[in-house]
């Protein structure tokens, strides 16, 4: 999964990326410090894999992972080419969802590029540019799409039909997640690649000691969990420090979990994510995310196509029962291991093995 960073320039974002992916990458208290992407992967913690691993015999234990993608700061005219402009715009296109890093912080020392710090004028100018960007690409889509379909298919006309209402919604202001997808072309959406089509999740970055976003960043995010807080540059710190020396630093700040593990969750679920593992004697163990309501058929894709492709049945057993029992021998004599079907629902914990 890729997430992309984004924000107005000097929000924090590459502080934030440090501070998830021990990165090291330039900061500094002036626009402009990233142009090119900063790209990490990290590990998505997960206290149940290793617990699961151990119990089935399986080795190593390789955790799910996310890329993140700290971009370029975005100014009032990107989408006609102020700033870093298209590059900006391509880059943030790669990726499947956005955390967009609002400053809330009131460190006099940090300059705004708008003069004065205003967290809901900031968020609201950055996602402008993203509609506008996406009005443009809308309105060439369309026009191509309607050439198409003075010509012909079916598929063509349900497009054209939702890229109206999408042009529509864009001139209101309102994102291109909020028109649903036609049936009869449900591919319309991923053709157009529209920067709002993509979810959101909205980060504070907040002094320290503050542990709630601005309320009015929560209310335009919708509430909960697509909006936490969190002060990248105490993140950043504790990041630098000693994994026991952060623990004690972190309840010394009053931080239960770390700044990871709060965007992970949060983006989880966001996201509507569940983890499935495969736990294999004298093989490796992962665990995996899959959209919540997938099947076993799709976690068979997950773990590799023709896997899928040979799809005989799936054994299917709670991580919790696997560990209490301590093996798959056990578990199996105590009858908790479930045979299911490809249409077989997912369950956020399961591990699973594929037969094919
Ligand atoms: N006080 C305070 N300063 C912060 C915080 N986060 C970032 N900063 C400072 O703000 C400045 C800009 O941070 P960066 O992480 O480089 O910002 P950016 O969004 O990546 O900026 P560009 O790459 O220029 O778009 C740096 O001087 C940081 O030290 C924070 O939580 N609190
Ligand atoms: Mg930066």
Not at 34 to 46: L, M, Y
Not at 218 to 245: F, Q, W, Y
Not at 341 to 347: A, I, K, L, S, T
Request: proline letters at 6%.
């Amino acid at each position: 999964m890729k997430i992309g960073i984004v924000g107005l320039p000097n929000a924090g974002k590459t502080t934030l990326f440090n501070a998830l992916t021990r990165a090291g990458a330039e900061t500094a208290a002036y626009p402009f410090t990233t142009v090119d992407p900063n790209v990490a992967i990290v590990e998505v913690p997960d206290e149940r894999l290793q617990r699961v691993a151990e119990a089935a015999g399986a080795s190593p234990a390789l955790p799910e992972t996310i890329e993140f993608h700290d971009i370029a700061g975005l100014v009032r005219g990107a989408s006609t080419g102020e700033g870093l402009g298209n590059r900006f715009l391509a880059a943030i296109r790669e990726t499947e969802a956005i955390c967009h890093v609002i400053r809330a912080h009131g460190d006099e020392r940090v300059p705004h590029p708008g003069g004065r710090s205003d967290p809901a004028a900031d968020l609201e100018a950055v996602e402008a540019e993203l509609l506008f960007a996406d009005l443009e690409q809308a309105e060439r889509r369309t026009d191509r799409v309607r050439k198409q379909t003075a010509s012909g298919g079916k598929g063509d006309a349900a497009e054209l039909e939702w890229l109206e209402r999408v042009n529509e919604a864009l001139a209101k202001g309102r994102p291109v997640r909020d028109v649903p997808p036609p049936a009869l072309a449900p591919d319309a959406p991923a053709r157009l690649q529209a920067l709002s089509s993509k979810p959101v999740l909205y980060v504070a970055n907040v002094d320290e000691g503050i542990d709630r976003a601005p309320p009015e960043l929560v209310e335009h995010a919708g509430g909960g969990a697509s909006c936490i807080a969190i002060s990248a540059r105490i993140e950043a710190e504790l990041a630098e420090l000693p994994d026991d020396e952060a623990t004690q630093m972190r309840a010394e700040l009053g931080l239960a979990e770390s700044g990871l593990e709060r965007l992970i969750r949060a983006a989880y679920e966001l996201l509507d994510l569940v983890t499935f593992f495969t736990a294999h004697r004298g093989s490796e163990a992962r665990a995996r995310a899959l959209r919540r309501g997938s099947t076993a058929w799709d976690a068979a894709g997950k773990v590799h196509t023709d896997i899928q492709a040979g799809f005989v049945r799936a054994e299917v057993i709670d991580w919790r029962q696997l560990v209490d029992a301590g093996s798959y021998p056990e578990a199996r004599e105590r009858g908790l291991i479930r045979t299911e079907g490809r249409d077989y629902v997912v369950g956020d914990g399961d591990v699973i093995t594929i037969r094919h």
